[in-house]
């Protein structure tokens, strides 16, 4: 999605056993189920191999967790965009903390995504490297500092200052592109303070889908705004 | 598939358009067809994204291109075993030419896959590297010299002592690993010298893909053994 | 140098023989020489392990071809800003099209590089790419559209929109970055097409590296500004 | 070396600021000087911009701490076999844990230093990754299991079984090749118990380098042999 409503939320499986196969549609479902209660933008990114089982199943705006930097040919195992696009993918993660990309691969994967018809979010993990990939022109620029990825530590009330400046930095280079941030996020107050501070919605991951019960942990996270 | 059928023959869709989404489909049941018909062994490799699409809907063997030499956790973007395997693959190439691992990473994959229930193709491309891979002890080696990938110069003829040789290393190695040949193969003379040469069978790609007709290219790469 | 001499001239050795050992020494006096004669700006990015061979021996600005996104501590194998700065070198090419990293790598280069006292050319591959490495403050942008390096075809009369647009777009987010241009650039009226242009000079390899008198091949380069 | 002096200990000095630049030199002394009056081989792996100064000015054995996959030609940024060698190195580590490398660039990397004149050590994490090594027929392979280097625990008390068992695999495939084991090495205890396993020698770092006084530490370690 990159949907009207604000705030946008996009929950990333990771390649958590919690978020993997049959898990992948459950979480998709509580996903569909809160943004509908809620009237909120869910996204949910599963493994690869899961786009295609959670896309047929779940009217839940998919995302792929990545894709590289190359088109149509001799590329065993890697990522083309019209086949996430064809598995029912809306849009990709680009350049995650945890799979990491060139610059010129960044660029490329940014201009496929285009071509095939899929949203980009680009992960960047601080306030330079959010200007940088916002010459790039992604739909959205995800900034993460990766010492808080994972930890319960909100980015938000840890670091303001990281999203801050790249909102700021962000909109300087290109207004038409919107800041998410993630890391250490998972509860309501956390958003809440995302958003004060500019951004248009999170990306979380943990705090969601290793919670005892995710839909629970999505309700609450969205309840205060 | 570790199949009891010789020879076994694995269809590399690669990211060519000619076997993404319902294509790979298509040629996933070419493959079951053709297979059915000739009483051989024909598994089919596509992109992580149609692995699900296709386990589901042919009776065929399926297997990944790859997968990462990582267990369930925060690895956005990466392949695990399980997953595959939840996606109904029954086995998986590793370190493909065009998706090669560290000697850490294959190792650590061939464990992964074991522990999930999948069978082993482990990609080398000399014959030092296929009596490396054979202490890693996979269900196959396969040896695929790069500069003849692609090429349709096939391995069997341009280069027989690198499959002679290969499968006499890895015999010396662990006798239960058995030896592939790819890189150039497409017809059923390239085929036949294969299986001459003691290997099990072949891996290919664009000899079958992009064929104008994959089941009859299918049908003739079986028709003469 | 980031030298106050105009044009800026970087002989790039790559790991050509003919640039190894003593021969880069030979071609940092040449480069040492002819800048003297022509009261140009010439430096030599030679191998790392001849850094300081050439840097000890030749009064030539040197600059290391690449340095690693980590600092001082277990990092085996890999390029550490101070140890580059304390070889001798005064600069350091990030991000060469044969040496890509990460955008995050690029940005943590950049920043070691400028602890140590490192003068630091980011180099990219079109216009996009060069505003985004913009963004993170180098010293210089060095455009290579990666399709002509080696090719003997000069950027400049190839593809003079990519330098103009890359010479703007940098300007545009940061007027301190100065732009180079490189990719089969080797002769005085591709060398002036490049300055004409708007760029600060040019990254070159081959056409003087791998020419009959490299010295010959420098002077006739210069002869025309 | 490949010493005939038993046991061989190579220092690796990663990029640590207490063996970069004039203290690798210092280093280098004190591992010449203890090699002498003990009658031991000792080599030292500086950083690649330190391998000339060092090799120029003590008379040590220096290896590199990596060398890639390439021969000569169009590849900025990276370490070439002859260039490694025409700085004063005699060997190289290869595949550090700290920098590893595709099984194929390892072959390559074996067979490249070779040519060169260079002696090999091709480092590896367990007994499998051992035996893969040993087919590829370098001079040393050395084990460090990767979750004790740093930690001051010696692999030698830790886990003995894996040193013990990469000597057996090892000389199974190649009688030739000699074990090193590394990780957690300081003190002469260590050392005794290394070669004790039946390996000729060990890599270390840290337990030396960063020793209030380096020589001091290096004469401990060899004393009780």
Redesign the interface.
Known sequence: MKSDKTPVIVV?L????QG???KAVTIAKACRDVAERYNVGIAV?P???????VASQVDVPVY???IDG???????????A???K??G?VGT?I?????????????YSVKAANEAGLYTIVC???V??S???????PDYVAIEPPEL??TGVPVSSADPQVVKGSVD?VKN?NSDVKVLCGAGISKGEDLKAALDLGSAGVLL??GIVKAEDPEKALEHLVSQI
Request: net charge negative.
């Open positions: 990333n990771k390649t958590y056993l993997t196969g049959e990114a493994q690869f191999c899961d786009i295609y089982r792929s967790q990545h190359i088109g149509a040919g001799s590329h065993t195992g890697q990522i083309l019209q086949c996430v064809d598995a993918a993660l350049n995650h903390s945890e799979r990491r990309l060139t610059l010129a691969d960044i660029d960047t993990n601080n330079e490297t200007a940088s990939a916002a010459s790039l022109g990825i994972g930095a280079i991951a943990s």
